[in-house]
């Protein structure tokens, strides 16, 4: 189903390090079903929240019933702060859930991410207990390993471009065969790690996994 048009509002919300320019869409059709966390790339590559990624990440969320929260990490545009090395824009995402959860008590949430974000994403979500799934989009492989992945048991799905220059398939394969159960990985076929020619794909992968029948961490669908 086609998404309609956006329900979007501007926040500012606090953050360890200052305040945190973000954007809340909600579905246009229906009440949401489930709150979305999104985190975008590497700020000191040009990451935003406004990446084309980023975008399709949320617009197929939306699509499946849910309400979107994307921000900006500490030091971007509007966003207070300096770039922390990773470790305080986990702390960024934190804060970003925690606004979200309060705006929606009543819904399970999920975490998803775009390369940096994804790592982050991966790195906040599997040290929570009660969110529903992570994920992990064009997962940059080229850094260190996230040990805890062998140890996570929240449902993971690694969205990964066929021919993705920061996260080579078969590297990723690797990544994800360490990773511990329950877990999918998704194949794109795009042209590079921004998922150049199959951004509607990946829109449509993410609508897809999003509006699964509702997972436990017993497993997902088809396995």
């Keep these: 189903m086609p998404a309609g048009p956006r329900r979007i ?48 990440i949320a617009r197929g969320a939306r699509r499946s019933g849910c309400v979107v929260l994307r921000f900006n990490f500490r030091g971007v545009n509007l966003s207070q702060g300096e770039h922390a090395h990773g470790v305080g824009e986990i702390e960024d995402a934190r804060a970003a859930m925690n606004w979200l959860r309060k705006r929606h008590p009543e819904l399970p949430y999920s975490i998803a991410g775009f390369s940096f974000g994804a790592r982050v994403a991966l790195s906040l979500g599997c040290g929570l207990i009660d969110v529903r799934r992570i994920l992990a989009v064009g997962f940059p492989t080229r850094r260190p390993d996230l040990n805890l992945l062998s140890n996570c048991t929240i449902p993971k799905w690694f969205i990964q471009s066929t021919h993705d220059e920061h996260g080579p398939m078969e590297e990723l394969e690797h990544v994800f065969a360490a990773a511990a159960a329950p877990k999918k990985l998704v194949r794109v076929q795009a042209e590079d790690h921004f998922f150049r020619g199959a951004l509607p794909a990946l829109e449509a992968e993410i609508a897809a996994i999003l509006g699964e029948p509702r997972v436990r961490h017993g497993g997902l669908p088809g396995h």
Excluded: F, Q, W
């Design 9 to 56: 509002e501007s926040h500012m919300i606090a953050g360890p390090a200052g305040s945190l320019e973000a954007l809340l869409e909600e579905p246009e059709d229906r009440s949401p079903v489930e709150a979305v966390l999104v985190c975008h790339p590497h700020p000191l590559y040009g990451g935003t929240m406004h990446n084309k990624v980023v975008h399709k």
